[in-house]
């Protein structure tokens, strides 16, 4: 027996049996619950029968209760529930039926035909017609031929398909976390470098340097901030939308390679101040404040500080130099004689203090008060060693230089030492009872202008009385050599 009805205006006849499809309650096809296309396959020889809005424009693309009831009456068939279905919100796919077929027309004039061909798309290849899914990603690869995986096909092609994430407002924050992952996404460069270089090309936005369109269709702007420092200066950051639905990263941010290599603390100030460098990228002023104390290096200094829209940066914990090994407390006073400025690099005064002042904690500084307009009596009487941290060198002669305490001539023509009449007649005795103030100022070769012995100047005895050449000569000639030069006076 076979049963034939009209359903819309077409006249479809189908075979009649008893079985599941009849024995089923009567609200069995809701709204929940999944139309059941390979039981309805005889019925509707074409999709487009309860489908009409996928070839006509201003269809309907799901059937009326009506359509539904002209079989199940109740008399006929079951009654059933059905509700038409509310157009789905639109995801993250760019499809529409209509202009699919005139684009695939416009490119094969023999693809004229797929917008009636609905198992082409919707169905498995070796399935039966009705076995129809909602989207059959394979497909749609063959069709635009494209031959690797969906996520691994090359970055372009994804703008075929899809749009932007911050475009797509109904997907959730679940859905978005089970997109599949790329296999490019787990190469060992590719969180140290790759992701960057795959960020750029031709993006969604308009603007040199957008964002590439794979990029958007995954990501937003806030998976970037959690990483980059220099967010805001990067174009293909900046063409990213902000949008919270998309999971952030909760690892720890990756150490380069160059960073393990020995020496890199040492050599990192030269390397921050190539213009190629790239530190801005994970480093914020906070980052090399963690080490530099007072005056930040310039090359810190233009560093972003931590804001809005920024990462925080990395948090660096402040390590000690391998000089400073287990020794070094006992040795540190030369090194920070001969080089003051590396110290100061690490260190304020207040570190120097808890050591070499612990009595005057709430001073600041080594000295006492006021000690500035007595330094010179000090060093003189030699109340303490200027020189364990002092470079006479260069501390004493920048601050005299500052300060105008400096000679503007020759000896005896308006020199500094002029202020004190006859100090030229007793020099001889300071230079002797404190040699290190006259070396604050003067060279060796000031003391030769007058005193040597050999190449000209006044040839005046250096020498105190009682002087024992023979002995002096004996413990140490190469200070005879300074001014005797290789002919020292008594050698055989």
């Not at 009209?6 to 929940?32: D, E, H, I, K, N």
């Not at 089970?178 to 140290?192: G, I, M, N």
């Not at 920024?310 to 090994?325: E, F, I, K, M, Q």
């Not at 030369?334 to 001073?363: E, F, I, K, M, V």
Request: charged share 15%; hydrophobic share 30%; proline share 7%.
């Amino acid at each position: 027996m076979t049963l034939a009805l009209r359903v819309g205006s077409a006249l479809v006849v189908g075979g009649l049996c008893t079985g599941a499809l009849f024995a089923v309650p009567a609200t069995y096809w809701t709204q929940q619950t999944a139309f059941p296309h390979e039981t309805h396959q005889k019925l509707f020889p074409t999709c487009t029968a309860c489908h009409a809005g996928v070839v006509e424009p201003g269809k309907p693309m799901w059937p009326e209760p009506t359509g539904c009831a002209s079989c199940h009456d109740g008399v006929v068939r079951n009654r059933v529930t059905w509700l038409s279905r509310t157009p789905r919100p639109k995801g993250n796919l760019k499809f529409d039926h209509g202009q699919h077929s005139r684009a695939a027309t416009a490119k094969n004039v023999a693809d004229s035909a797929l917008i009636g061909d609905c198992a082409a798309c919707h169905v498995t290849v070796g399935n039966s017609r009705m076995t129809v899914q909602h989207t059959v990603v394979g497909q749609c690869l063959n069709c635009h031929g494209l031959k690797a995986p969906h996520v691994d096909n090359p970055g372009a092609a994804c703008a075929t398909c899809h749009v932007r994430l911050s475009d797509a407002p109904s997907l959730t924050r679940d859905a978005i976390a089970r997109f599949p992952r790329p296999t490019s996404h787990d190469a060992t460069d590719f969180v140290l470098g790759g992701h960057g270089k795959a960020a750029k090309g031709t993006g969604v936005s308009s603007g040199a340097g957008a964002v590439a369109a794979n990029c958007a269709v995954c990501h937003a702007r806030n998976l970037c901030v959690t990483c980059h420092v220099n967010a805001r200066e990067l174009p293909e950051i900046r063409a990213l939308a902000l949008d919270d639905r998309p999971p952030l990263l909760v690892r720890s941010q990756p150490v380069p390679t160059s960073h393990a290599l020995a020496g890199f603390l040492r050599r990192h100030g030269r390397d921050a101040q190539r213009p190629n460098a790239t530190c801005g990228t994970c480093h914020a002023r906070a980052s090399c404040a963690t080490c530099h104390v007072g005056t930040l290096p310039r090359a810190a200094a233009i560093l972003p500080a931590a804001d809005t829209g920024r990462a925080v940066g990395a948090r660096l914990t402040r390590t000690p130099p391998s000089s400073h090994s287990n020794d070094f407390r006992e040795r540190h006073g030369a090194a920070a004689n001969s080089r003051p400025q590396s110290c100061a690099t690490c260190h304020q005064s207040s570190t120097c203090l808890q050591c070499h002042r612990p009595d005057n904690g709430q001073q600041n500084r080594y000295h006492p008060q006021a000690f500035l307009t007595r330094h010179p009596s000090s060093a003189y009487a030699r109340e303490a060693n200027c020189s364990s941290c002092h470079n006479s060198s260069q501390f004493c002669q920048s601050c005299h230089k500052q300060s105008g305490l400096i000679a503007t001539s020759r000896i005896g023509n308006g020199g500094y030492h002029d202020a004190y009449r006859g100090f030229s007649l007793g020099h001889g005795q300071a230079a002797r009872q404190s040699l290190e103030t006259c070396a604050s100022c003067h060279a060796e070769r000031d003391c030769t202008a007058c005193h040597s012995a050999v190449g000209g100047g006044f040839r005046f005895s250096p020498h105190g009385p009682g002087y024992n050449g023979s002995k002096a000569r004996a413990k140490n000639p190469s200070l005879c050599i300074a001014c005797h030069g290789r002919v020292i006076p008594g050698d055989r």
